[in-house]
Structures are given as C-alpha cells and as structure tokens.
C-alpha cells in the first residue's frame, strides 16, 4: 500500500503527518503527538501539498484551518492509515511459525551503528528466530554468505561475487571529521584539497571504508602529509580529539564524536549500505523476515 501511495507522489508516513495536524489542530502539538521534531513534521505536510498541488491547511495568525481540500481528502486519508494498521497487524499473524536458525554478519563499520540498534526489538518480535551474529571484513563475509557459513551480510554495496542478490538499503553520507580545534572547526563545508597538509587516519587493508576514502581522496586530488592506519574507528576518533589527524568517517557514528568537528565535504560523498545473500528460489522465513525487517526500517529512516 506504502508503495501505491508513493506512485501518486506521497506516502504513508505524509498522510499520518496530515492527520496528526488536522486532529490536533496545530503543528506544535502534532509533531509532540508523533514524537518528531516540528521542522521535521512541517517537511512532511509541504511534500504532501506540494505533491497534490494545493495547501491543505490556511495558516492563520493564532490558529491552523483545513482548507477545502484538507476537509475532502481527510477521511481518505484515515482510511488508508487504518488499512496500513490492519496490514500490520496481518503482517504480524502471517510471522506466527518464523522460526530456525538465522546467520547474519556486518562489517566493523556498520554493525554497531546501524544492525546492532535494531537486533533487540527484532529479537522480541521474532522470538522463535535462533539469531546469530559475526562481524568480519567485506571479503571475508563475502566468502562465507557464498560458502553458506552465513545467510546474509550487511555491507557497504558494491561488491564482487558471482551467485550473490545485492540489496541498496539507503545512501549514507560521509563526513571529514576534524579536531575541535582545529583552523576549520567552524566551517560548514570543507573541499578536501584544501588539507594537503593534514595526517590522514584510515582503517587498516581490508576494510572497505580505506578503499571507499582513499577513493574519495583520489578523486578529490588531496594529497596528505602522511597516513596512520588502525584498526577501528573508535581509535581514529581518540586519535582526531587527541590532535593527531583527520579522517573521513560514516555519518552512522557520529556518535563517537565528541570532541571532534564533523564537516560537510563538497562535493557530498557518500558510501551505499545494503545487504547481500544468495540467490536462490526459496528463502527461509526466518530469512525473509529479516531482509524485510531491516527494509522497512531504512525506509522509515529514509
């Protein structure tokens, strides 16, 4: 339904917007309704006019008011919201009997930041499901998904091997992260050639994320000083607060970056994170849960 939905030029998630402001009658309260930022909300609602070519809503000076598009479309709209419930709720009876052994890995770089935040809840969901984990490098888990060690793997796309299925998940950005007090601390937006000077922190051969920066930096003509290779990023980070050099580093863990300054490059870069496996004609359920699992929670995100 979320698909059809987005063939007309909007989606499931645009219309709960609608109905959050509508039912509450302001934007303010919708968006603490929702437990979203306001902006966030306001984004939403401009798509969704914009994609219908009309204000749903007349913004008055203390108040918010549908227009008469607003009020014919709005019992529509909570109509498909109620079939997208009862989708769910199908989705939930149609799980009953996923069982059996499921073995997932992800590289370093992805697997704290990305899978490891949604295993709890996809755990609880899918009790039955007997899941194991392992992190490994892009080769190695490539290698064992063709072996069959492993049913599926979370890396960064794309990648080599005859046989396999290549899922994109979602684009993510990368940033140049830089100490605090560093002379572009305060930019916004930094064009790599400019830190000829600047030791460049990467991970060690056989991480894609080396491949995926030195590339950027090729491409971006920056010539460094010199290179520091570890083995994770919570040492690159330790080593950027610590003055010691830059680096280029995932968006998903801009966590670890306190203390340092995470900068826009530009032209924007980013890596593609999606999943591969066999292809084959059937897939286990538990396998397919997954897959569909953590498809809908980067759409969500997206």
Do not use: W
């Not at 919201?81 to 996923?98: I, K, P, S």
């Not at 830059?246 to 203390?259: E, N, Y």
Request: aromatic share 6%; proline share 4%; charged share 25%.
């Amino acid at each position: 339904m979320a698909q059809a939905t987005k063939e007309r030029g909007f989606d499931l998630r645009q219309l709960e917007c609608f109905c959050a402001v509508a039912r509450a009658g302001s934007f303010t309260k919708a968006a603490v309704d929702l437990g979203i930022a306001q902006p966030s909300l306001s984004e939403q609602i401009t798509k969704l006019e914009h994609s219908l070519g009309a204000a749903l809503f007349e913004r008055l000076s203390r108040r918010i008011e549908l227009t008469p598009l607003g009020e014919a479309i709005l019992g529509k709209a909570q109509a498909l919201l109620e079939d997208a419930g009862a989708l769910r709720d199908h989705f939930e009876r149609a799980r009953e009997g996923v069982r059996g052994p499921l073995r997932v890995g992800a590289i370093p770089t992805i697997l704290p930041y990305f899978l490891a935040p949604l295993l709890r809840t996809f755990m609880e969901r899918f009790e039955d499901i007997d899941l194991h984990v392992r992190e490994g490098t892009t080769a190695e888990l490539v290698e064992q998904v063709l072996e069959g060690v492993i049913d599926v793997a979370v890396v960064s796309l794309p990648v080599e091997g005859a046989g396999l299925v290549m899922r994109e998940l979602f684009r993510e950005p990368l940033y140049l992260a830089v100490p605090e007090s560093h002379p572009l601390a305060s930019s916004m937006k930094v064009q790599l050639r400019r830190l000829s000077s600047e030791r460049l922190l990467i991970l060690k051969d056989g991480h894609c994320l080396r491949n995926e920066t030195l590339a950027v930096c090729d491409r971006a003509r920056a010539r460094f000083a010199g290179q520091f290779e570890a083995d994770q990023l919570l040492t690159i980070f330790e080593l950027i607060r610590a003055g010691f050099g830059v680096s280029i580093v995932p968006g998903m863990a801009r966590g670890l970056s306190t203390g340092c300054r995470l900068l826009e490059i530009e032209p924007a870069v980013s890596r593609r994170v999606g999943y591969i496996r066999l292809e084959r004609r059937y897939l286990s359920k538990a396998l397919e849960a997954f897959t569909a699992y953590v498809r809908r929670d980067s759409e969500k995100a997206s």
